[in-house]
């Protein structure tokens, strides 16, 4: 399980609040802020996201055939919902990759 811990030693979070990721870890004093990983981790968010809602709104369509106002009800929130559910662990995750590819070269 990704918990948001220092890819080095392991004993503090990196993060300060939901997704700000620190400049350093306050135990070991790892530059966290160098490991760039851009847009990767929004671009794998809502990737994941939008096939999940799109298999669901599919069923949703096939099976019960409402109104577009339903549709909009039901997928703006769940959206919204995905989207911050998975952009912290997929953030976390690519630090980590960032961080093990650079110490094996």
Do not use: Q
């Not at 929004?42 to 106002?69: D, K």
């Amino acid at each position: 399980m990704i918990t948001g811990l220092c890819p080095s030693c392991g004993e503090v979070s990196i993060l300060n609040g939901y997704l700000n990721i620190k400049e350093h870890c306050s135990n070991c004093m790892l530059k966290i802020k160098i490991e760039d990983i851009g847009d990767g981790a929004t671009w794998f968010s809502m990737f994941i996201t939008s096939i999940i809602v799109f298999i669901g709104a599919l069923i949703l369509e096939l099976y019960f055939h409402p109104e577009l106002w339903v549709h909009i009800l039901v997928w703006i929130p769940i959206v919204l919902i995905l989207v911050l559910l998975t952009l912290r662990p997929i953030k976390l995750l690519f630090i980590y990759f960032a961080y093990r590819n650079r110490n094996t070269d």
